[in-house]
């Protein structure tokens, strides 16, 4: 069992930055494949940023690539998504994902094993 807890949501003005944090429970953490969801006002969930276990290869979603950077560190048992040049769209909840195939291919199809609670960030025009 793999418990997530996101955090650094806050309100930020168009055109800012933030990093996102995702503290992981677990000793297996550094097999996990790990991700980032969001899912704006009145829509669904959407896919963000994955990346494999050892971090060496990332995925972006469209919107977010060249702006946004998934990291993590193993030995802290902890995954960051650094949010930079921030639109008003990218206002959402955004949510931590955790997966046993380490290769990230269920959390690119949304279909991760565990989910954390959620982290809110708005960013004001």
């Known amino acids: 069992q793999v418990q997530l807890v996101e955090s650094g949501g806050r309100l930020v003005q168009a055109g800012g930055s933030l990093k996102l944090s995702c503290a992981a429970s677990?000793?297996?953490?550094?097999?996990?494949?790990m991700g980032w969801f969001r899912q704006p006002p009145g829509k669904e969930r959407e896919f963000v940023a994955a990346t494999y276990w050892s971090g060496s290869t990332t995925y972006y979603a469209d919107s977010v690539k060249g702006r946004f950077t998934i990291s993590r560190d193993n030995a802290k048992n902890t995954v960051y998504l650094q949010m930079n040049s921030l639109r008003p769209e990218d206002t959402a909840v955004y949510y931590c994902?955790?997966?046993?195939?380490?290769?990230?291919?269920?959390?690119?199809?949304?279909?991760?094993?565990?989910w954390g609670q959620g982290t809110q960030v708005t960013v004001s025009s």
């Open positions: 677990g000793r297996t953490f550094s097999s996990y494949a």
């Open positions: 994902a955790a997966d046993r195939d380490h290769s990230s291919v269920n959390i690119r199809n949304g279909r991760p094993d565990y």
